[in-house]
């Protein structure tokens, strides 16, 4: 997994690239990739996603009387890899395997509650900055200010307007949740998937997860994980 510090692009060595002119051609190019999978049976899927399989549509709106491209979104499809617990695993040789599905899955669950925790105090300081708005005076009378100089705890002088609080302007330099550290460089899947998470101003996207559970009564556990 490579990537651009300049630009922020996430790149895959060896990765593919198709163009396609029409939906269609899309939907192919999309069962292609998907029929590229490692697939092995497992003791509850007989047909489980051994890697995780990202593919990135890059839809364009073009102008057809110039022939510019005018506006442009993108949609990230992921198989990721089926996980079970390793004492179902009767293949010693795939328990190193499983553990890695693991770490990787549990990479992804970080940076999502990253930045739920990013959301959550980006969300709480817009609202305490509402709330701390004055209200605008009933009244037309205006309170006269002194035009002299003053001296503040700190031995600064302030002009007309006084001085600035120190906290105030501590607010102004950082933004909320800009300490909140999101671990995208922890796997290779989440290092792939920062574009798509992690917008410039903060979390971008929407996320939508399709989830095939067994039915069984016997694999309740590894459903409610």
């Given at each position: 997994?490579?990537e ?7 790149w895959v ?16 190019a ?14 509850i ?7 995780h ?6 839809l ?13 979104g993108?949609?990230?499809?992921v ?7 390793t ?5 010693v040789?795939?328990i190193?395997?499983?553990k ?27 609202a ?8 605008s005076?009933?009244?037309s ?8 100089k ?17 906290s ?58």
């Amino acid at each position: 997994v490579r990537e651009d510090a300049a630009t922020g692009r996430v790149w895959v060595e060896g990765q593919r690239s198709e163009s396609a002119a029409t939906a269609a051609g899309a939907a192919e190019a999309l069962s292609g990739a998907l029929a590229r999978r490692a697939v092995t049976a497992t003791a509850i899927n007989s047909g489980s996603s051994r890697g995780h399989t990202v593919v990135t549509l890059s839809l364009f709106h073009v102008d057809m009387a110039t022939s510019e491209r005018v506006a442009r979104g993108t949609v990230t499809v992921v198989d990721m890899a089926g996980l079970e617990r390793t004492s179902k695993v009767s293949d010693v040789a795939r328990i190193s395997e499983t553990k890695f599905i693991l770490s990787s899955l549990t990479s992804l669950v970080n940076v999502f509650r990253a930045l739920k925790a990013k959301q959550r105090a980006a969300a709480s300081a817009k609202a305490a900055a509402k709330s701390s708005v004055p209200s605008s005076p009933s009244s037309s009378a205006t309170t006269p200010v002194s035009k002299r100089k003053s001296r503040t705890p700190s031995g600064s002088t302030a002009g007309e307007g006084g001085a600035m609080p120190a906290s105030a302007a501590g607010a102004k330099a950082s933004k909320p949740g800009s300490r909140i550290v999101v671990p995208f460089r922890d796997s290779p899947l989440t290092r792939i998937l920062k574009p798509v998470l992690m917008g410039a101003s903060g979390p971008s996207g929407r996320v939508a997860m399709l989830l095939t559970a067994s039915p069984c009564a016997d694999d309740f556990d590894e459903k409610r994980s």
